[in-house]
């Protein structure tokens, strides 16, 4: 197992475009979870998946935010019509059914919007 | 809604010496769990250590052992012997217990660690 993957790694892409971003988890884990971290602060929580139903969004996340996450496998997550405050790196974390474990975090994407 | 507090935005020692990092946290649950991550620069985060509340121990990983106050709702890091590797982001994080549905972790603001030669 190579832990959660992040693609791509770097996205650049001029304001009012769109964006998707794939998480691949750690094939074991049911459980996925998209976070934002911004420069110099925590990651921030966004989105929650148990399989393949997502069962809890932040307010963060707004309309022109969506994810999935189709069998309950790799995720997506997709920003439409981007705006300069959602540069950021976007985190994809899995953990395993069970109470309080850790997650596991991919490398990240960072996205720039310019 | 809880909040996590690492008041250290920066700290440095020198190899081989003890660092503690700080954090506080709010909270009004009596059953949670607290970690400590580690951020290597353009690196992805790595868990470093957890504690659950409801032990008493503090919880120990080789060279890192925390130390937690439930009352004070204080969790400090302490990173024995350190290392050049050891460079990195430090975020404190706080998850509740759930009653179904996601494990949130709340993270502090981060404390930024070198360690120099």
């Known amino acids: 197992d190579t832990g959660v993957s992040q693609d791509p790694r770097h996205k650049i892409t001029k304001r009012g475009q769109n964006v998707t971003f794939r998480c691949d988890p750690i094939?074991?884990?049911?459980?996925l979870y998209w976070y934002r971290q911004t420069l110099g602060q925590g990651p921030e929580f966004l989105t929650y998946f148990q399989n393949e139903a997502q069962l809890e969004k932040s307010r963060l996340l707004s309309d022109r935010f969506s994810a999935e996450r189709p069998k309950g496998s790799f995720s997506t997550l997709e920003i439409q019509r981007t705006e300069q405050g959602d540069s950021a790196m976007y985190l994809c974390?899995?953990?395993?059914?069970?109470?309080?474990?850790?997650?596991?975090f991919g490398s990240g994407t960072r996205l720039t919007v310019v | 809604a809880q909040t996590v507090t690492q008041s250290q935005p920066e700290m440095s020692v020198q190899e081989a010496e003890t660092v503690t990092l700080s954090c506080t946290y709010d909270?009004?649950?009596?059953?949670?769990?607290l970690f400590w991550y580690k951020q290597p620069p353009s690196r992805q985060m790595i868990l470093v250590i957890r504690?659950?509340?409801?032990?008493?121990q503090n919880a120990t990983e080789n060279r890192f052992s925390v130390n937690f106050q439930k009352a004070a709702k204080s969790f400090s890091l302490k990173i024995s012997d350190s290392q050049l590797g050891d460079t990195a982001m430090y975020f404190c994080a706080f998850m509740k217990l759930p009653s179904g549905g996601a494990q949130k972790l709340v993270f502090g603001q981060g404390t930024r660690l070198t360690i120099n030669p």
């Open positions: 909270t009004n649950e009596s059953n949670y769990y």
């Open positions: 504690q659950e509340a409801y032990k008493q």
């Open positions: 974390a899995s953990s395993p059914t069970g109470t309080g474990y850790g997650y596991t």
């Open positions: 094939s074991e884990h049911n459980r």
